[in-house]
């Protein structure tokens, strides 16, 4: 809801050489009157970008934010799209290296002038005409990471639109965090997805709002080591709700399904 807030926040202290990345600058694309808030960049830009940071392909790459991963997720998934590897979520982001009282400043390190071999494609998408044909045919499962609120209709503080697509499975992202705000451990990821693994045959597909806090949900499922192998990887649905919406053809349900 602050765009800038995320900008101030690092300006004020940062972990040492660490670059800020903004969501809607560098994470995403500008929206269309067709897509969602958060589109997918444009890879060559991305490219850019990872090369002002002085990113090879051997450079170990580790995203943190202050939400749980819910931002630093879709820098994960991004690196990954474009097909690199070694990249990692800080367990417990920002917070948790202030607890430690390890070493913070203000000094924003300097940019470099590379640019890194993209080739997008790496991870898994869909699109919305893929989700309403596969809810029609029954060949894909939605998991939305929004809150159970928002996923209700009970509230709605973003979109324009309150509700969740009819069938999808409310897993709010910070499902996967204990209360110290890290990531739960494999076995008990695995074992809170359970009623996800036994549905082999329809496709998994992670949603939110804006398919952002939707890649925390895909990080979590790798971390848990679920296996997917029957109907491919879970995919992002890069539109989710809010190009779902879009369209007043399309259904709108307010019925609360969870998984625990």
């Not at 324009?160 to 499902?175: K, L």
Request: glycine content about 10%; charged content about 20%.
């Amino acid at each position: 809801m602050k765009p800038e807030a995320g900008r101030v926040a690092w300006e004020t202290s940062h972990i040492p050489g660490a670059y800020y990345a903004d969501l809607d600058k560098d994470l995403a694309a500008p929206r269309t009157d067709y897509s969602g808030r958060h589109p997918l960049p444009d890879a060559e830009q991305f490219a850019a970008l990872l090369g002002s940071w002085g990113v090879t392909p051997e450079t170990h790459i580790v995203a943190y934010d202050a939400s749980g991963g819910a931002i630093a997720a879709r820098l994960w998934w991004l690196c990954r799209w474009v097909g690199h590897e070694r990249v990692s979520l800080l367990d417990g982001g920002y917070p948790a290296w202030q607890t430690q009282k390890l070493p913070v400043t203000t000094d924003q390190p300097a940019f470099a002038n590379g640019i890194y071999p993209v080739q997008p494609g790496h991870m898994p998408v869909v699109q919305t005409a893929d989700v309403e044909l596969g809810l029609q045919e029954g060949t894909i499962a939605l998991l939305d990471a929004r809150d159970a609120e928002r996923f209700e209709g009970l509230a709605e503080p973003i979109d324009t639109m309150a509700g969740h697509i009819p069938g999808a499975r409310n897993r709010p992202f910070r499902i996967n965090l204990d209360a110290m705000g890290r990531f739960r451990g494999p076995a008990d990821l695995q074992e809170s997805f359970r009623e996800l693994l036994g549905d082999k045959d329809r496709r998994l597909a992670s949603m939110c709002g804006s398919g952002v806090t939707a890649c925390q949900n895909l990080f979590a499922l790798e971390l848990a080591g679920v296996d997917f192998n029957d109907a491919g990887a879970p995919a992002l649905y890069v539109g989710s709700w809010s190009e779902w919406i879009k369209s007043s053809a399309r259904p709108v349900d307010s019925c609360l399904e969870t998984v625990d």
